[in-house]
């Protein structure tokens, strides 16, 4: 399987050269490629132009289109940006000028990916990190957010490249049961991740609803998120991503009124931005910081959300012009969201950091703990709170959804209806949320230990997503001139082994102080090892094809 993927790679690859002629035999055999290059679920454009709607199809491969299932985003639905601003030649490895209109055109992918920096998952760790540590992990915020920068940009990367997101990638290029064990590991993730966001959203609810509706109705409130994201969708991807412009505004407004309610200490806060201070009572929230910053499905989503623009990948320049908004982007979107997690963990600093209600605050409590604190106002910061978080909840179930569906369907190569994988994929982490909030309604001591088991969930699940994204960005024959150099690549893999292992210490932390008994002992030390296993084979595959391409190539050449 590894040397058919290889051998196609060099008879087609990523980024053929802009300047060739096309030949009439080359365009024939292009409609009749393999089954995998026909199934791709973000196809480029092609350079030809396209039939009259008039035109009959001109055969048999064109007229079973006519019949296939709906794609994540079909050529009507990319945002059209290929012509607007200067023209690029065609044999030009130069991006065209900077414009403000492109840069518009180009936005939104970025902020939706950020939504995973804001989730209920991060709030809790922000407000934890601020009633426990105080302001002493800011500036340790600050570095995690840059280094969940870095990846998401090789994501971004990987996408605009080669015209495919990282499930498709996976598939393509590991052996099945590799490619169908990363699937299992993302689908664990993205159902975790879930419970957590729609908890969230739900504990907003019952915020604001005074208690009134209980948190299994919450969810199932949550859970139409999917048909209004379904409903939004057919009104193209800008309705889909203002949608998202206005929920991350109302989190900004309100986290920011609670700032400003509660007055925290500039000059604290600008200390703990600068002067980088940990101490043995506050590394497991220093930990949480950093392993919040990083969500192994929104490494999958990145990289699909990004081919939402109808982009030449044939022409470089207009490849590398991707790539510099994307950049702009998706630093912009960061930027908003560290400034709101700042708001957040400077906020419970203020007005618990050194109680006693440090040590019991969460999600479930924190909105009473603060209207305690700081009574009622004009409109009280309980609902001020629990406006945020429903906005937090919200927005980040509705792009779990749609990581979910270019996870299922990059990995197993499905072709299905919107609805359909959209029902599909909500219905996943949907069903065991409603029995999770059930069964843990009247508990907040038990809703803290299960989201300390869906933390550790996450925190398994990251080697399986870092790895494979900087196996893919490092791969010329992927890449092309666009693989990443080799001081960026040491870069990149020293953030994911640093991110490896923070979220290993978690998760031995965790292990060490949970799991009691000899029995259960001896088969997490068989887990444990069968997983260390596969991160060293990942490892090492990526190696082998790099290696495999270079030798190929040279034995073409006659080297």
């Not at 009633?131 to 996408?159: C, D, P």
């Not at 599909?424 to 069903?431: G, P």
């Not at 887990?527 to 190929?552: C, M």
């Amino acid at each position: 399987m590894q040397t058919r993927k290889l051998r196609r790679s060099h008879d087609s690859p990523a980024m053929p050269s802009p300047t060739a002629q096309p030949d009439p035999q080359e365009h024939h055999h292009h409609k009749h490629r393999g089954d995998d290059e026909e199934n791709r679920l973000l196809p480029s454009e092609p350079l030809h132009s396209p039939p009259s709607p008039s035109s009959p199809p001109s055969s048999d491969d064109d007229r079973e289109c006519e019949f296939e299932p709906e794609s994540a985003f079909t050529t009507r639905d990319k945002v059209r940006v290929f012509d607007v601003g200067a023209a690029v030649p065609a044999g030009s490895d130069v991006a065209p000028p900077f414009s403000w209109k492109k840069l518009w055109l180009f936005t939104g992918p970025g902020f939706l990916m950020s939504i995973a920096f804001l989730d209920p998952g991060n709030l809790e760790g922000d407000l934890q990190a601020g009633a426990i540590a105080g302001y002493s992990l800011l500036w340790l915020l600050m570095w995690a957010t840059v280094m969940g920068l870095l990846l998401q940009m090789l994501s971004a990367r990987v996408g605009v490249v080669t015209g495919r997101h990282l499930a498709e990638l996976c598939r393509e290029e590991y052996p099945n049961w590799t490619r169908l064990v990363l699937w299992v590991m993302a689908e664990v993730t993205l159902v975790a991740a879930d419970i957590q966001e729609v908890i969230g959203s739900a504990i907003g609810i019952q915020v604001l609803s005074r208690g009134v509706l209980p948190l299994w109705a919450g969810v199932i409130i949550t859970a139409s998120d999917c048909f209004m994201f379904l409903f939004l969708e057919n009104y193209g991807v800008r309705k889909l991503e203002a949608v998202f412009a206005v929920l991350i505004s109302t989190m900004a407004l309100t986290f920011a009124c609670m700032f400003v309610e509660t007055k925290p200490s500039g000059k604290e806060l600008l200390t703990g931005l600068l002067l980088p201070r940990l101490s043995s009572k506050t590394i497991r929230q220093a930990v949480g910081v950093v392993g919040c910053v990083i969500t192994p499905h929104n490494v999958f989503l990145h990289s699909a959300l990004v081919q939402s623009r109808n982009i030449d990948h044939q022409n470089k320049g207009r490849v590398q012009e991707a790539l510099n908004y994307y950049s702009i982007e998706s630093s912009a979107a960061l930027s908003v969201m560290f400034v709101i997690n700042l708001l957040v963990t400077s906020v419970f600093a203020k007005g618990f950091y050194g109680t006693e209600k440090a040590k019991t605050i969460g999600l479930v409590n924190a909105g009473h703990y603060l209207q305690e604190k700081y009574g009622g106002g004009f409109f009280p910061i309980l609902y001020i709170w629990g406006i945020g978080l429903l906005a937090a909840g919200q927005s980040s179930t509705i792009t779990g959804t749609y990581a979910g569906q270019f996870i299922m369907e990059g990995f197993l190569n499905l072709r299905l209806k919107k609805w359909l994988r959209a029902t599909i994929s909500r219905s996943l982490a949907i069903v065991p949320t409603i029995i999770v909030a059930i069964v843990f309604n009247t508990s907040e001591a038990s809703l803290d230990i299960l989201n300390e088991w869906l933390n550790v969930l996450q925190c398994i699940q990251i080697p399986f997503a870092l790895i494979p994204l900087l196996t893919m960005v490092s791969q010329e024959h992927l890449m092309g001139s666009f693989k990443i150099g080799p001081l960026l690549e040491r870069v990149a893999w020293t953030v994911a082994a640093i991110l490896i292992m923070i979220n290993g210490y978690l998760l031995v932390d965790f292990i060490t102080s949970e799991v009691k008994g000899l029995f259960i002992g001896f088969m997490v030390c068989i887990s444990t090892a069968a997983y260390i296993s596969f991160i060293i084979y990942l490892l090492l595959f990526g190696r082998i094809i790099s290696s495999a391409w270079l030798s190929t190539n040279f034995s073409r050449i006659g080297l």
